[in-house]
């Protein structure tokens, strides 16, 4: 197998141990798991055997087998007084290797039995438990229950028929041992396994899992991932980058994950490219079109080429690749060129070591390498699955690993189930996505199910396969299968029929969809199914008989079509319980629903808190809905929505404080949120100025402070980098650097331009901001050096948004004109400053009715007309600097005399009868009789 885990253990015990332990780790590398719980001494832990230390220890005594397993341990390995003499495979030490073996035997032996078989060769119940209970279907269904219930973790159930569960509750029991965690530095990596492989069996993450599985992962970051490491054992780092990218694949990290896989691209020297090529990929096609394909080379496969296997090579073997069959796709692009400079990344030319890469023809990648393609693909699809240019990209790193081989049989499965994933969303291929999808499921099925390996010992319950079971040449052996499980994060048998039923579900196949829930026991899943189909009473019905007794208190009488199940609770109620009653409250709108599933899982089940915070939400009941929330995050701190609704409520609240610590740890666990990082900035909006840490409170006038404005920029300012397109974030960005002290000219600048660009062909003027625009303006008058926008700098930025975004969009602002008429001015272009005053005039008397309106109407037109006369009087006289006429010495307006008279004149007139005698008029006719005196 060399697994690293093992070759971990190997390089850390002492030569006289590994010697002794040589058999055992052999047959732990060859997957012969049997041999090892056979050990006379793993037999005695396992009570087949008694010392006596263990003689008078009895599963009866203990509610559960992992207990009575723990107890037995504790008592071998309690401290012994060793005599010099003492046998090796006596002492502590080698007791404590040989359980830390039969932990990761009985890890593996797990996961042959349900995700990557083939059928162990043993009855994991005969070899593991006691002989009274295995011999006992009754018994050891019993058993198998109590402990699949154990492993329910936050209220969230474990897939209560996981088979063999006795397995990996072997492996946690055993690694939880206190002398074991602390001499092996190997059993935290493996109780990481164990602990993640527990999280995948629940329905949703728990947080005290997470947690613990994030504490493993920072220990073993400071023993792998150090300048100078411990242990030089190959591709170390690697196997630690990629397992910890699945796990932060599994946990929504996207982010995250794509750094581990970008660090362990760079220590495997892994030359890969995203690229586009021409060809063909319809078979009627007639001009080639450019190709997305990933072109890949390993750095230790340099002379490997897929068709050109060394005849004393045999060729890996592999799963079933089902053709695609179209009347139209080909089946695999037809390229028509090599690799060239065509590439999609920031590089101007592809690596030397792909430059002559035949696309169609591509080496055989090492495992390491596809694994890392097939992370790369599972991250991007985890992001949005649903969009159509995210599986365009996606697509390719399959397809890389498909057509160009791979050495590894579970690498290439997995590869198979990426593919069938991406190929279910387009009608051309969703038929072989579908296909593929089932010949998967029928594989591992076939390859896991024994009699043993089901829960309820219920042999019928064995699902059929309608495709050929795989050949010889199509199966791997257990050590190929395992070797890279970890990294791959390849689904369980259970996990893979519950994704088929979800696609026939997409597809319309409900019958078949239903069949697979219902034979899987998965009456949650088949309850929303219903729902979806807007069948609530058949929903509502699953999910009673699960919680609820029959009406007339006899389920064996029941009728299962016309029973209401509205009988007493069951007691005890499923490990699920939680979950179907916040389900039952979805479908009737039931909140005490959720507050039962809150009482049922002991206030541990944070969804039903959620639920209820979404429900008092939308009452506007925003008390409640942030008391829902906070008890949900004291269950699950690292829940993104359930923070980010908080600090909804908190702001409709006015707490603006706790908003913002509530948005500060959305952004922190997805900092590319821009709805949270909006939403953070407007709540330090609210804030007032604090003094920095470490500031004198002394009152001096130079003491350091910190401006939530100023923060709330930032925040808004990082918002729009993640939505460029909004212009409601970009309003505030410009409210903001406006309000700021000293304002952000820079920042206003580019959010008025940006406004404009999105909002100016639908709104026009209206997304212009007046005042602001205004105090621009005056600030570059004021403050800068001359008004010289020939230059680089504030003048130049000010003059291109004024001139080509602003001016197009003004029509019936005066005040914009007028602003417009002091650039205009400073910047010496007097004809075009009194052409501005002139529309803001026109802008002014245009309005409707001003002559009969209110007297602050009648102002206004007043105070525009006397602006537009001095405009006249102080520009008309001046020389054009503009134009064709610039420079000629002609005047900006020779008649100006003429021209300012008759405004006044005009509005005059028009007012005589309301305004006469008013005191605008009387300043009106004052500035006519000034212009006659001009004569």
């Known amino acids: 197998m060399e697994d690293i885990l093992v070759s971990l253990l190997k390089r850390s015990l002492p030569e006289e141990l590994a010697s002794v332990l040589n058999d055992e780790l052999q047959n732990l590398e060859n997957g012969n798991f049997l041999a090892i719980f056979h050990d006379p001494k793993v037999q005695v832990l396992l009570g087949h055997q008694e010392d006596e230390t263990t003689k008078d220890v009895y599963p009866k005594d203990f509610p559960l087998w992992s207990d009575y397993i723990f107890h037995r341990l504790g008592l071998i390995l309690s401290k012994r007084h060793e005599d010099p003499g003492t046998a090796l495979q006596d002492t502590a030490a080698y007791h404590q290797n040989l359980f830390f073996i039969a932990a990761v035997a009985s890890l593996y032996a797990f996961l042959q039995s349900n995700v990557t078989g083939p059928p162990l060769p043993f009855s994991s119940a005969s070899v593991l438990l006691p002989q009274e209970i295995s011999s006992n279907p009754s018994e050891l269904r019993t058993l198998r229950q109590k402990l699949v219930a154990s492993f329910s973790a936050d209220g969230v159930a474990a897939y209560k028929l996981t088979p063999n569960i006795e397995l990996l509750c072997l492996a946690e029991t055993i690694l939880i041992c206190p002398p074991i965690q602390k001499n092996f530095e190997a059993s935290t990596w493996a109780r990481l396994r164990v602990n993640f492989l527990h999280q995948r069996l629940l329905s949703e993450v728990a947080s005290s899992l997470q947690t613990s599985i994030y504490d493993d992962l920072d220990t073993l970051k400071n023993l792998v991932l150090s300048p100078e490491p411990k242990y030089d054992i190959g591709n170390l780092r690697v196997h630690f980058l990629l397992e910890r990218a699945a796990i932060h694949i599994h946990h929504g990290f996207d982010k995250k994950a794509r750094v581990d896989l970008d660090q362990a691209v760079s220590e495997r020297n892994f030359d890969f490219v995203l690229t586009g090529l021409m060809g063909k990929r319809t078979k009627f096609q007639q001009k080639d079109t450019s190709q997305l394909l990933v072109l890949a080379r390993s750095a230790t496969s340099e002379n490997t080429d897929a068709s050109k296997l060394d005849n004393n090579v045999v060729e890996p073997s592999r799963p079933k690749n089902l053709d695609l069959n179209d009347d139209t796709l080909l089946e695999s692009i037809s390229f028509t060129e090599k690799a060239s400079s065509t590439d999609f990344k920031e590089e101007t030319s592809l690596p030397a070591s792909l430059a002559s890469l035949d696309p169609a023809n591509q080496p055989i990648l090492d495992p390491l390498d596809s694994v890392i ?68 499921v029928d594989q591992v099925i076939a390859e896991t199910s024994t009699s043993d390996s089901v829960p309820n010992d219920e042999t019928d319950n064995q699902v059929t396969s309608f495709l050929p079971k795989a050949k010889g040449g199509e199966s791997g052996p257990v050590s190929e299968r395992l070797r890279y499980i970890f990294p791959l994060c390849s689904p369980s048998r259970w996990e893979l029929e519950a994704e088929l039923a979800a696609r026939w579900v997409n597809i319309g196949g409900l019958r078949s969809a239903l069949e697979i829930y219902e034979r899987l026991e998965m009456w949650a899943e088949a309850a929303l199914c219903w729902a979806a189909t807007e069948r609530e009473d058949r929903a509502n019905n699953i999910v009673r008989r699960q919680l609820f007794h029959a009406t007339n208190g006899n389920d064996e009488t029941a009728d299962l079509e016309e029973e209401r199940w509205e009988g007493a609770p069951r007691d005890p109620p499923p490990a699920d319980a939680p979950r179907l009653y916040c389900i039952l409250g979805d479908i009737n709108k039931d909140i005490s629903m959720y507050e039962k599933a809150w009482e049922v899982s002991g206030q541990r089940y944070a969804r039903a808190q959620r639920s209820l915070g979404r429900h008092y939400f939308a009452q506007r009941d925003y008390t409640k809905a942030a008391e829902s ?51 953070l900035a407007a709540a330090l909006l609210h804030l007032r100025r604090k003094p920095k840490e470490g500031s004198e409170e002394d009152g001096s006038e130079e003491r350091i402070t910190s401006h939530p404005r100023s923060d709330a920029l930032k925040a808004f300012k990082r918002a729009a980098s993640l939505k460029h397109d909004n212009s409601r974030i970009w309003s505030n960005i410009l409210t903001v650097a406006a309000s700021t002290n000293p304002p952000s000219y820079a920042d206003i600048i580019t959010a008025q331009r940006r406004i404009c660009e999105l909002r100016g062909s639908i709104d026009g003027e209206k997304c212009l901001d007046e005042d602001i625009l205004d105090r621009l303006i005056r600030h570059v008058i004021q403050e800068e050096s001359g008004f010289d926008t020939s230059r680089p700098g504030l003048a130049r930025l000010i003059n291109e948004l004024m001139e080509k975004y602003v001016k197009p969009l003004i029509t019936a602002s005066p005040k914009l004109w007028i602003t417009l008429s002091t650039l205009y001015l400073h910047t010496n272009r007097p004809s075009s400053a009194l052409e501005t005053h002139e529309k803001a005039w026109r802008a002014t008397t245009s309005q409707p009715k001003w002559e009969s309106g209110t007297e602050a109407q009648w102002n206004r037109v007043v105070n525009q007309t006397i602006d537009l006369v001095d405009a006249y009087e102080s520009l008309g006289p001046r020389e054009r600097t503009e134009g064709l006429a610039g420079g000629s010495g002609e005047l900006v307006a020779k008649d100006w005399k003429f021209k300012a008279r008759s405004a006044v004149r005009s509005v005059l007139g028009k007012a005589k009868d309301t305004w006469e005698d008013s005191e605008g008029w009387d300043r009106l006719k004052e500035r006519l009789e000034g212009l006659k005196g001009r004569d």
């Open 373 to 440: 393609l097939l992370s790369l693909a599972s991250s991007i699809t985890n992001t949005n699955p649903s969009d159509g240019l995210t599986r365009e990209e996606t697509l390719p790193y399959a397809t890389r690993v498909l057509e160009g081989g791979s050495s590894n049989w579970q690498v290439y499965t997995q590869a198979l189930l990426i593919r069938s994933r991406i190929e279910g969303y387009r009608s051309r291929t969703m038929e072989r996505g579908l296909l593929q999808l089932q010949a998967l």
């Open 629 to 679: 929330y906070s008890l949900s995050l004291k269950v699950n701190a690292l829940n993104h929505s359930a923070w980010f609704a908080l600090g909804c409520a908190y702001l409709e609240l006015q707490q603006f404080k706790k908003a913002v610590e509530a948005f500060s740890r959305c952004v922190q666990l997805d900092d590319q949120d821009a709805e949270a990082w909006s939403n």
